[in-house]
């Protein structure tokens, strides 16, 4: 099993990046669907869930998209990467 340590630092962003390591940075979670959606993904709710340390991976297909799709990928963007406008539509499911 993998031990954390192994990622070393704040360098780049670890393959699998668990969520509250997503949110400890100055970085937001943001999902894409494959029909070109995408979305910025408020973990309130994941949080609340005591999912803190859940990788992003493990929580794809615990959003929804208006496509009709079970999941969509995840990824931590910067604060400055978001894209003005057109976004939305992924919504956390469970
Ligand atoms: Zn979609």
Redesign the pocket.
Known sequence: MADDASFGGARAWPFAPRLDQALRARASVWAS???G?QAAIDPAPWLGQGLARQRLGELETRLR???G?RR?RLEVRGLSEAPPGASG??YIFR
């Open positions: 669907c494959a029909c959606r998209c208006l496509c799709s969509a539509g992924i």
